[in-house]
């Protein structure tokens, strides 16, 4: 259930003012602009294409510029299979963006390799890169699509402001040996 | 009008003769299958045939056929005339030791992708091919994976216990 | 006075003297595989000269799945899944194509009823491929609204597959001897109200686009192929259309009763992008005109044929009949073997010829199975069309040939 009146975070409030902390303002600002970069590369595109034209909308939910760049992207959507030719361009491409970002894996491919064990084919992008949100579904629709979003705005509105520094992150980013 | 399949094999025994191997219609359709020495020979008489008219190549693909022993690997080709609707497939078959057929870009410039293909998949030398490198498979694959010998699944992976998964 | 900073020898010669070589130097520019005005991964090295390209290197296979592979493991019934991923804009046809000819090696006639159902499903498949191809062309053009006009109609088609099939994008639509269900009322309901409204909508895209001047100056004599060109690398399909040359596939072999109805095959005069643009558009019309023709005279009869060993029971007489138990066991446990034979089936897709060639050993799984996609045969032409482009040019002209990437590497 999509609540579109936000009520504000926990904090303190008067007259004129409000305080709250500082991670849940930036939290808050943070989860209603995550700007997409489609990494899209089959069937699960042509849904995502269909998510963001005027029936589904992501627009609504803070992702309205589509960046191409991912030095200009928050969240890095993986849709379709990757296969193991185009494994160290979409790490290429996680590694320029820049902090704050976040990773869905949209689809059945993206997520675990989807119907295609083969020799050809990554079996789930977790292999070269961490993954926030998995999204199951081949393709999923739109509407799980959106959800996916959703837990990603879980997710940058209740971490800390830096999650780069945490020990956790800083853990899993070495075991994928991302320096 | 289509050209009967009688009068269009006829043609293919007086053009090449011996280089004529074996010939069928299963469902209809010509197959013949030609030595690789007579086969260029043959397409451009099919091509620039005035009546005929084969002018375009439909499909180029490979086959492995592990019983055959002697002519394991082949190359099937589909013509196609569109001024008389006729259809023909010609196959070519080579040893799997040293695979080797004359390149069909002498006459299509389609066949040049197509026979990239055929050698990512299954390693036949298409001598006279300009840029005979693979296509669609990692440049650093050191085997063809389309032979019957090679399994379909990735071999390096430990999470997916194979009694489980049918395999 | 010399420079002395040009002088010193440890700097680079970053003004060389011979002006000559500075001006000779082209520049490699590397479009792809991610990137946005690419339909799909593929990459293309080009060499530049300032904005005008001197020639290119196309790489593909970034998203090969070994299709060909798999299904030399896979029974017939469990290969239409794999279709579905080719060209997933127009995935009905793809299951379709492979249909018939797994129809064609067994023997199996289909009624005329699911003959008619398939021709619908193909056509709107058609057209929701068309749609995406024209309204991406626009969008890469720079007009958002388009885009965003006919995508709300592709939700509509959507809603058919939903009720034929259900499932929005990859449809595993049918079975081997004819449709898995019946159209049911609400199905023949939405097909005749999207016949009803969408016309309206797609003369409007029309207007915005078919003689608007911006969009005409950008594509119209860019990209042109000439018919000798295009048959050479193995074109099919619009964009041969748009060269001049009218075959499809429906009209030279046809298939599925496409000869009860009447359409034409529009075909352009050069081979530019604008027109395959205007190619594309006049077959959504002309599909309008063969979905009304067989919604109107859909037959009545059986939806599936008569083929006990292939086409699964029902399922009140598999739990109360001997035979249809058997038949249900033996055919998803693989149980019955197939012919032994080769065939080779071409359907028109939405990208031209798509075909099938099947040989068969007499096991549950094909001795080999070839698809022969449009896309990865006409997309070797494009290094070669963009030669002496502009940049900007040879983006519409990709976008123009409508390559998806799932068809060209499979």
């Known amino acids: 259930m999509i609540d579109t009146n936000q009520p504000a975070p926990p904090g303190l409030e008067g007259p004129g003012f409000f305080a709250t902390s500082m991670d849940k303002v930036v939290g808050l600002a943070r989860k209603n602009s995550l700007w997409p970069l489609p990494f899209a590369t089959s069937c699960c595109g042509i849904e995502f294409m269909a998510t963001a034209a005027s029936h589904y909308d992501i627009a609504r939910f803070g992702s309205e510029r589509p960046s191409f760049s991912p030095r200009q992207a928050d969240l890095l959507m993986v849709m379709g299979t990757i296969a193991k030719k185009m494994g160290p361009v979409l790490r290429m491409t996680y590694e320029q963006m820049a902090e704050p970002r976040w990773v869905i894996a949209v689809g059945a491919c993206a997520s675990s390799g989807g119907i295609f064990d083969t020799y050809s084919v990554l079996q789930g992008i977790d292999r070269i890169i961490p993954v926030d949100v998995y999204v199951p579904g081949c393709p999923p629709r739109p509407e799980q699509i959106i959800e996916g979003l959703l837990k990603i705005q879980e997710l940058a509105a209740n971490e800390t402001t830096r999650r780069r520094d945490t020990e956790e992150y800083k853990a899993l980013l070495e075991s994928y040996s991302i320096s | 009008m289509p050209f009967s399949n009688e ?17 069928s219609e299963p469902f209809d359709f010509l197959t013949i299958e030609v030595k690789p020495e007579s086969l260029l020979h043959l397409v451009g008489s099919l091509k620039n045939h005035p009546q005929y008219q084969f002018t375009f190549m439909t499909d180029l693909c490979g086959v492995h056929l592990p019983e055959q022993k002697g002519k394991e690997l082949g190359a099937v080709y589909l013509f196609h005339s569109w001024t008389t609707n006729t259809r023909i497939r010609v196959k070519t078959f080579a040893p799997i030791e040293n695979p080797s057929i004359p390149s069909m870009t002498a006459h299509f410039n389609s066949a040049n992708w197509m026979e990239r293909e055929t050698y990512d998949f299954y390693g036949i030398n298409f001598t006279g091919h300009p840029n005979l490198v693979r296509i669609l498979n990692v440049d650093d694959m050191d085997y063809f994976p389309m032979r019957k010998e090679y399994p379909l699944e990735d071999q390096v992976r ?7 998964f049918g395999r | 006075m010399e420079n002395q900073l040009v002088k010193n020898s440890a700097l680079p010669d970053l003004f060389p003297t011979d002006k000559e070589a500075f001006a000779n130097e082209l520049t490699t520019l590397n479009l792809g595989p991610s990137h946005p005005a690419t339909h799909g991964v593929f990459q293309n090295v080009l060499q530049m000269d300032g904005e ?11 998203i090969h799945r070994a299709f060909e592979k798999i299904a030399e493991h896979r029974p017939f019934y469990q290969i239409t899944p794999l279709t579905d991923r080719l060209n997933y804009c127009s995935a009905p046809i793809n299951n379709m194509g492979w249909h018939m000819t797994v129809e064609k090696l067994l023997g199996i006639t289909v009624p005329k009823r699911a003959q008619y159902i398939r021709v619908i499903a193909m056509e709107l498949a058609r057209i929701s491929d068309h749609l995406i191809c024209n309204s991406i062309l626009g969008l890469d053009a720079g007009a958002f609204s388009g885009f965003l006009y006919v995508f709300q109609e592709r939700e509509k088609i959507y809603e058919i597959y939903e009720e034929i099939c259900g499932s929005r994008l990859t449809t595993n639509m049918g079975r081997v001897g004819g ?18 409204d969408f016309p309206a909508v797609w003369k409007e895209f029309g207007d915005l686009f078919n003689r608007n001047r911006i969009f ?8 042109a192929i000439s018919k000798e060109m295009a048959m050479d690398y193995g074109f099919t399909g619009p964009n041969l259309r748009a060269a001049g040359i009218d075959y499809d596939v429906r009209v030279m072999n046809p298939y599925s009763s496409y000869e009860d109805f009447q359409f034409d095959i ?14 594309r558009n006049e077959e959504v019309w002309q599909s309008l005109r063969i979905i009304q023709q067989a919604i109107d005279n859909l037959p009545e009869g059986p939806y599936h044929a008569d083929a006990p060993h292939y086409y699964l029971p029902e399922k009140e007489d598999v739990y109360t009949k001997m035979e249809a138990l058997i038949y249900h066991f033996k055919i998803i446990m693989g149980e019955i073997d197939a012919p032994v034979g080769e065939v080779y089936h071409s359907v028109e897709g939405g990208n031209g010829e798509l075909g099938f060639y099947l040989m068969s050993d007499g096991g549950r799984a094909p001795a080999r199975l070839h698809f022969r996609r449009p896309c990865f045969i006409f997309y070797q032409a494009y290094a070669e069309m963009a030669k002496g482009m502009m940049l900007s040019d040879a983006i519409l002209v990709l976008s123009s040939l409508n390559v998806i990437a799932g068809e060209l590497d499979a």
């Open chain 2, 7 to 23: 009068e269009i094999l006829g043609f293919v025994q007086t053009t090449i003769g011996e280089g004529l191997v074996h010939s």
């Open chain 3, 266 to 279: 529009p075909v352009g005069e050069n081979g530019d992008t604008y027109d395959r643009f205007m190619v």
């Open chain 2, 158 to 164: 430990r999470d997916k216990v194979d009694s489980m």
């Open chain 3, 52 to 62: 005008r390209i001197v020639s290119g290197v196309s790489t593909i296979g970034y």
């Open chain 3, 216 to 223: 005409m100056d950008r594509v119209i004599n860019v990209g």
């Open chain 3, 179 to 196: 449709m898995e269900r019946d159209l049911n009322p609400k199905a023949i309901a939405k097909i005749k109200q999207f016949l009803i």
